[in-house]
Nanobody, 117 residues
Framework: QVQLVESGGGLVQAGESLRLSCAASGSIWSINVMGWYRQAPGKKRDLVATISSGGSTMYADSVKGRFTISRDNANNWAYLQMNSLKPEDTAVYYC???????????WGRGTQVTVSS
């Protein structure tokens, strides 16, 4: 099992920045990909960004150039630096860890990000 705990959410104004953190514990050795997803009220959970154990990254088109995902493999942390935030970025952000060998997904409880206009 893998446990994920997010932190760093909050209320900011449009154009400001936030940095989300995700602390992973448990069977860390089994994680191949870590990522961030978000879910706005009334909408489905969408991919924001992912990063592999080797450092390869992928971003949703809506956040490219504004968000940066990173990973500290030694200390089992993942981060999401969010710059130039927009009101449409308002959502609950979830940390995700994926084991590609078994197709297992692990989720944190989420952290709220609210961007006011």
């Amino acid at each position: 099992q893998v446990q994920l705990v997010e932190s760093g959410g909050g209320l900011v104004q449009a154009g400001e920045s936030l940095r989300l953190s995700c602390a992973a514990s448990g069977s860390i050795w089994s994680i191949n990909v870590m990522g961030w997803y978000r879910q706005a009220p009334g909408k489905k959970r969408d991919l924001v960004a992912t990063i592999s154990s080797g450092g390869s990254t992928m971003y949703a088109d809506s956040v490219k150039g504004r968000f940066t995902i990173s990973r500290d493999n030694a200390n089992n942390w993942a981060y999401l630096q969010m710059n130039s935030l927009k009101p449409e970025d308002t959502a609950v952000y979830y940390c995700n860890a994926y084991n590609s060998q078994y197709g297992t997904n692990y989720w944190g409880r989420g952290t709220q990000v609210t961007v006011s206009s």
